[in-house]
């Protein structure tokens, strides 16, 4: 069994959320060539999900560099939820 990496710094998280979206993509893709379309929707909803995780850290990341709250930058976002 491969080793557990451990993801602390946020920097890591955010290559960690586009390591993880890019093969969900992927994945998905091959799902939905196959006719898998419960796994295909599946890995949607996943892919959505870390869309919505990586946006969220982003955010806060630049609202940290700019000094604002995540809540005003999320607040700007149109497709923040």
């Known amino acids: 069994m491969p080793e557990r990496?451990?993801?602390s710094s946020d920097c890591d998280?955010?290559?960690?959320?586009r390591f993880m979206q890019s093969?969900?993509?992927?994945?998905?893709?091959?799902a939905k060539a196959?006719?898998?379309t419960m796994i295909a929707y599946l890995l949607e909803m996943a892919y959505i999900?870390?869309?919505?995780?990586?946006?969220e850290r982003v955010n806060a990341?630049?609202?940290t560099e700019n000094g604002e709250s995540a809540v005003?930058?999320?607040?700007?976002d149109p497709l923040a939820a």
Do not use: S
């Open 13 to 17: 998280k955010v290559g960690a959320l």
């Open 49 to 55: 999900e870390v869309g919505d995780e990586l946006r």
């Open 5 to 7: 990496r451990n993801y």
């Open 72 to 76: 005003e930058t999320a607040a700007g």
């Open 61 to 63: 990341d630049h609202a």
């Open 23 to 30: 093969h969900i993509r992927e994945l998905g893709e091959m």
């Open 34 to 36: 196959e006719r898998f």
